[in-house]
């Protein structure tokens, strides 16, 4: 059995005396597509600031590859191989989409070289092309030169993602990629996540949309109240009695699983 | 080229230079209102350098450049450790106790000021004016420019891209200094003279805001910004007395009406200010408009090949 | 005795900036805006007593006016000039993207602001000092040996009675309610059914209202005025401000007065040139050092403007 890529180990963060996460454990496998799921509130994107280092855990331990990293400067966590989208689309509003591709490359082109070489304007490098080659193969048709803030808000997301994928990493986090996407942008979305899947990126999902978690991701995190609720296959998460109590409340979640139980 | 042309020459030159100095930190995020500060250091280095030792024009400006720009890397660090209006009120105290401190020493003649014997005429200005110009361009043209922006528009994620943001703020806010010591230092041996009132707080309000005017998203805007406003001033010495006599019939000002003709300056450049930030406060050169006026410039890759 | 009258004549002084002190710091911690046009305001006041004082209402309405009446209209035009300035600085915000620049829109307004109304003035009247035809300099008492102005005696105790009156203010009223809940967080204060779009102007009424007084306050302790009057103030009431904390009324009072005390002991220590690097010195560090102040509250200020 190989180690896990990611391992979150009894993680406990506290805002101010409220408690966020509470003793939250869980390995992400290399090569895995995982889903982290759970109601409003529930923590989902805090856990994604633990891993990518906005914060740091008040205990527990975030070991990637085997190696502690909570201690480590959120500015490097790119260059360990961790990616990320967040949940409302935080791009450079005044870059334009090359550019902001390309920022996703910092942690790759790091030297002074690299930092003092034109990219724009003056001379167009490798660097750009390669930003340009990827958003031609994400189908991204608009014009790189195109200043992001006046685009559509789907493209805009699947630009994020274009910039998280190409620092290459090694484990991407994606915060709702499919928040307000029709069902054929989700197909799409799937499909492409599918193929970067194949490419060897681990994936970490954190959706509402559950048709694709249950499309795309084979494992599943629950969580509610900062805790979490379950830690298991996709196909099984919504007979889960704790699940249901947590998205439905008690009383439904009864009546639910006694219909489930009828119905299976 | 008449005196008087070239006269303006220099002074556009310069305020070309000072303006990359404080479009440089501003891009960046950081609002410089001390800019008159590292100009005095970079003029009485100058000066003094030229005056006591009589070193040649060459070693005092970059003297005076290299001055601005170690102070304003040392200082850097703790001020920008400030952030908003913390870091303007210390950009501008800053200024304040440069002044104050030259103002009070003798080394440096006080409130007298202190001659320049070298002089430069136009051509080193506007050189200079012109070689700041396309280093800026450069600048903001490479991964660093973009690391700048980016720091600029959301400091949170750019750290969780990689760039180091801090980094980034210190070099910008110290190329910025050196710029503005440059300018000082030109301002030193172009004038002949130095002294520390013309260094005031006007100064510094006077060129952040003609820079955020012109634009700060890219680095055309400091360019028209100086351009502008430099010329304003010649404009106005054409238009302004019938204009003078007339708003002052018709607001009925009594008393001495012997304005300095500064004073119109002033104020179309705050009422400029004003109007722009309620319309468009990016500045009037933004990087929409840029890609508007490049049709095709940056055509995808799909469209470029058949 | 020649200390205690020092700190005295400090207090007096101290009393002016803490007055501007109070409305930076309410801009500040109640709408987080660093208001450039506060000291303007402060010389608006003055200028225009000055000048009603000495010719009356423009376009012949009236002759010279008295003084007291020239400083209440000085008041009441600071205020209105606060609500325009209101009105463009801070109404027009459109915070589209929250990034850095963005929040220094009423700052840089703020700025323009400063230079029209202050150029105005000296397009007006020019740039000389103008001497203020208050009451007779005569009115001094002498207490023990110390030497007070009872002008100054009457400032000191009316900024006592104004600083407590904002205090309760903010504390009980329903409209001190809302401001402080705007300062917290002025969206959930929206949400809350607080109508920010009436209270905002109080707060620059109160500031116009803080400035008008402490302008007319100096013109008549000092007697003299000049379009350049409010800088130097305003220096010393942001120092002010900033060493007692931003967003703090009782840190502004307490920081105006230690910079006032700063002053006159810089003057008699070391001199009057002296003055200028010792107060922005003391400002600077201050920021660099303990950026919240005495009394500030972290929040304000930091991330964006």
Redesign the interface.
């Known amino acids: 059995m190989t180690a896990p890529l990611l391992s979150l180990v009894d993680v406990s963060k506290n805002f101010g005396g409220l408690s966020v996460i509470s003793e939250v454990s869980f390995d992400v496998a290399q090569g895995a597509r995982m889903a982290l799921i759970g109601p409003n509130g529930a923590g989902k994107t805090t856990i994604f600031n633990l891993i ?3 914060y740091q855990p008040d205990l527990g331990q975030i070991r990637l590859e085997g190696r502690e990293i909570s201690r480590i400067a ?6 360990l191989g961790i990616a ?1 989208s ?1 949940q409302n689309i ?1 791009l ?5 989409v ?2 902001n591709v ?3 490359q ?2 790759r ?2 030297s002074l070289l ?10 167009h490098s490798k ?1 750009r ?1 390669e930003a ?2 990827l ?2 193969e994400m189908g991204l ?7 992001v ?2 685009l559509p808000y789907g493209i805009r997301k699947k630009i994020e993602v274009v ?1 998280a994928l190409i ?1 290459k990493p090694t484990i991407l986090l994606l915060d709702e990629p499919a928040a307000g996407l029709n069902n054929t942008e989700t197909d799409n979305l799937r499909d492409f996540l599918m193929k970067v899947s194949a490419n060897g990126v681990t994936l970490l999902v954190v959706e509402h949309d559950m048709s694709l978690v249950r499309s795309l991701c084979d494992h599943a995190v629950v969580l509610n109240f900062g805790r979490k609720i379950y830690d298991g296959p996709t196909a099984t998460v919504q007979n889960d009695p704790q699940v249901l109590e947590a998205y439905l409340g008690t009383r439904h979640a009864a009546e639910v699983s006694s219909e489930a139980v009828r119905v299976a | 080229m008449s005196g008087y042309w070239t006269g303006i020459l220099t002074v556009l030159a310069i305020n070309i230079i000072f303006a990359y100095a404080i479009f440089l930190p501003v891009a960046t995020g950081q609002l410089n209102l001390g800019g008159a500060g590292f100009q005095a250091l970079g003029a009485y280095a100058a000066a003094f350098l030229s005056a006591n030792y009589g070193l040649p024009a060459a070693v005092t400006l970059g003297a005076g450049a290299l001055l601005a720009g170690a102070v304003g890397f040392l200082i850097a660090f703790p001020i920008l450790r400030t952030r908003g209006v913390y870091l303007v009120l210390a950009t501008f105290a800053f200024a304040e106790v440069i002044s104050g401190l030259i103002l009070n020493s003798e080394t440096f003649g006080g409130p007298m000021g202190m001659a320049v014997p070298v002089f430069l005429d136009y051509q080193v200005p506007v050189a200079l004016a012109l070689v700041v110009t396309v280093f800026a ?2 600048l ?5 420019g ?2 700048m ?2 720091t ?3 400091e ?10 801090r980094g980034v703020q210190v070099a910008a806010f110290a190329i910025g200094g050196a710029f503005a010591g440059l300018a000082g230092g030109l301002y030193a041996h172009c004038f002949s003279f130095v002294e520390v009132q013309s260094f005031n707080a006007l100064v510094s309000i006077y060129v952040l805001l003609y820079v955020l005017l012109g634009g700060t ?1 890219t680095p055309w805007g400091p360019l028209v910004g100086a351009i502008f406003f430099t010329l304003l001033p010649e404009v106005l010495r054409e238009v302004l007395p019938t204009v003078k006599l007339s708003l002052a019939w018709l607001l009925g000002l009594k008393g001495q009406v012997a304005a300095p003709g500064e004073s119109w300056r002033f104020i179309i450049l705050g009422v400029l200010t004003i109007t722009m930030m309620v319309l468009r406060p ?1 500045g009037l050169i ?3 408009m840029l ?1 508007r006026v ?1 049709p095709g ?7 470029r090949s058949p | 005795m020649l200390l205690i009258q020092q700190l005295v004549n400090s207090l007096m002084l101290g009393s002016v900036y803490v007055t501007v002190a109070v409305a930076f710091t309410l801009t500040i911690g109640i709408l987080n805006f660093l208001n450039f046009t506060i000291p303007t305001l402060f010389m608006l006041t003055a200028m225009v007593g000055w000048a009603l004082a000495n010719w009356g209402v423009p376009f012949g309405l009236s002759g010279p006016l008295p003084w007291p009446w020239a400083l209440l209209i000085g008041i009441l035009v600071a205020v209105v000039i606060s609500l325009i300035i209101e009105r463009f600085t801070f109404r027009y915000l459109k915070m ?2 929250g ?1 850095s620049t963005e929040h220094a829109i009423p700052l840089v307004s703020s700025l323009g602001f400063l230079l029209v109304l202050e150029n105005l003035v000296r397009l007006g009247y020019g740039t000389d000092a103008q001497r203020f035809p208050g009451p007779s300099a005569d009115l001094t008492m002498t207490v023990f040996g110390i030497f007070f102005r009872l002008p100054q005696l009457a400032s000191l105790i009316i900024v006592v009675f104004i600083v407590i009156g904002l205090t309760w203010l903010l504390k009980s009223s329903r409209i001190g309610r809302g401001l402080r809940a705007i300062a917290e967080n002025p969206d959930a204060a929206n949400i809350l059914g607080i109508d920010t779009h009436k209270i905002v102007p109080v707060v620059f009424m109160l500031t116009g209202l803080l400035c008008g007084l402490a302008g007319a306050l100096f013109a008549v302790n000092y007697g003299e005025v000049s379009p350049q009057m409010g800088d130097d103030i305003g220096t010393k009431a942001i120092a002010g401000m900033v060493v007692g904390g931003l967003g703090s009324v009782w840190g502004a009072v307490i920081g105006g007065l230690i910079v006032g005390l700063t002053e006159i002991m810089t003057i008699h220590f070391f001199g009057a040139d002296t003055v200028q690097v010792a107060v922005w010195g003391l400002l600077l560090v201050a920021l660099l050092l303990r950026p919240q102040g005495l009394f500030g509250h972290h929040a304000i200020g930091k991330g964006k403007l």
Not at chain 1, 92 to 96: G, K, R
Not at chain 1, 114 to 123: E, K
Not at chain 2, 140 to 144: L, Q, V
Not at chain 2, 297 to 303: D, I, T
């Open positions: 990518s280092g906005v959120s500015r490097k966590r790119v260059g990320r967040f935080r450079m509003p005044h870059l334009s090359v550019e390309m920022l996703g910092q942690a082109a790091g690299d930092m003092l070489t034109p990219i724009s304007f003056f001379g660097w092309r340009e080659g958003l031609d048709d608009t014009f790189p030169g195109e200043v803030a006046t910039r620092a | 361009f450069y903001m043209s490479t991964r660093f973009l690391m922006r980016a600029h528009d959301d949170v994620v750019a750290d969780l891209l990689g760039v180091s943001v998203q990016e933004t990087r929409t890609e490049r410039r940056h055509a995808s890759a799909r469209e | 589209k993207y990034d």
